[in-house]
């Protein structure tokens, strides 16, 4: 076991209260942009949206210091995907925003053909790197598995929503308001997840 996993008490570590507490401000920011107006564009939903990525980074990051201990590799490959996938998605809302502001405007076949591009991106590294840590939790007996299933359920969602040309019924569900809801539950269960102790002393030893 590693010695630089430093131990809060009760089998925690300060990876693990870093990412509750980063769990809970991204909570926050899904409340802000569930009742934010989507248009028009403003600076604070700008400032929001610059926000989430940062937090979101620190649950990753919390979340493969557990991972790290289970499947070295698999944590390591989920990481570099969720990281690459959350930066370009981050890029992608960040250019929207901006030309709404008029901050940034962009010709309709050169934004067309970016969005085409970053989605792609996106939908090939994001719900995947979901998927590798919705499976090593939920397949590992250390830990709580019910958030495994819970980010499982996101790992479905995203790819759907950026594939609403093919279906469009689908897609519109994953971009609804409704999933916003879970989105924000899902922030607000990663936080109780990290306070919860791993069973056994796997996680806590030097």
């Not at 649950?59 to 989920?78: C, K, M, N, S, T």
């Not at 840590?133 to 950026?162: C, E, K, N």
């Amino acid at each position: 076991m590693r010695a630089s996993h430093l131990v809060l008490g009760s089998e925690r570590t300060w990876a693990d209260l870093a990412g509750c507490v980063a769990s809970l401000v991204d909570a926050s920011v899904c409340l802000a942009l569930l009742f934010l107006p989507s248009a028009p564009a403003t600076v604070d939903r700008l400032c929001i949206i610059l926000l989430d990525p940062i937090t979101c980074i620190i649950v990753y990051w919390a979340l493969y210091r557990r991972l790290d201990d289970i499947r070295p590799i698999w944590a390591e490959l989920g990481f570099y995907l969720l990281i690459l996938g959350t930066l370009f998605l981050t890029c992608r809302n960040v250019l929207e925003e901006s030309a709404s502001l008029n901050l940034r405007p962009l010709s309709y076949s050169t934004a067309n053909d970016f969005d085409i591009v970053v989605e792609l991106i996106v939908i090939f590294t994001l719900p995947f790197g979901l998927a590798i840590y919705a499976w090593l939790i939920a397949s590992s007996p250390p830990l709580r598995r019910w958030l495994g299933f819970m980010i499982g359920v996101q790992a479905v969602l995203l790819p759907i929503a950026f594939c609403s040309f093919a279906f469009p019924r689908l897609g519109d569900f994953a971009s609804s308001e409704l999933c916003a809801v879970y989105a924000l539950i899902l922030s607000v269960s990663k936080a109780m997840w990290f306070l919860s102790p791993v069973a056994g002393s796997k996680f806590a030893g030097g």
